[in-house]
């Protein structure tokens, strides 16, 4: 099985997690690829649903296009559930999300959510947070400062820059890649997580920061992974 059929396996898991869920409910959905798959596989029963709320403009539009109602967060107080993909996740269920670079509004999201249902492919797992550069999300004109203080934690830090570049636009190859809410992201190479609450904490602290990409206050609550044998649910 090829990651993508992995992934498609995961995000039919999380559909059938999810309709265990009573009617008539809210659902937060989050980023990328996985939660694409989940995307696809839930929109059949979309009406199992009120709602959803979504963490970016790219999850908003495919939700739009299945015929999900789509909720701003500010009108809901209850959600069971937020279901989204990681780019690493600890054997505690810590996380690092924001390779997609939607990390603030998936973190704002999980944090209304009674349960966080990480889903990913067994390549996802890892016993120390690190390997995967952490995304962190800035105000632009915070860069310098911030670079600084992240590069005392021992970090090789770099500006993520945009994939898509328009000409049309006037943007270079060198353009800084833009979030949904208007920040760069600064990507942390080379960092061996071992205290990742603690870490969480220490980097949101410094001016500048808007949101860092370890979910280990939003952690997960149920894993489901994908390998070749199936899917398997763990719980933390
Ligand atoms: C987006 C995220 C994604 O959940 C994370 O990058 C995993 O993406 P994919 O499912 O495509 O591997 O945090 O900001």
Redesign the pocket.
Known sequence: MNQDQL?QLVGEGARDEVLKLPAGQILGV??????NCFIDALAPHKDHFAGAVSS?NATTERLLKHGFTVLDPNDVKDLPAYV????EIDSAGNMI???????TR?KIIASMAQQFICI?DAS?QVPVLGTFAL?VEIIPLSRGVVTRELEKLGGTVSLRLSKETRSDLGQTPSQAFVTDNGGWILDVAGLRISDPLALEAQINQIAGVITV?LFAKEKADILLVSNASGVSRLTF
């Open positions: 992934k989050g980023t990328g690829s996985t939660a970016s989204d993909g990681a780019d999300k924001g390779g997609g670079g939607a990390l998936e990913c996802k995304p990409g």
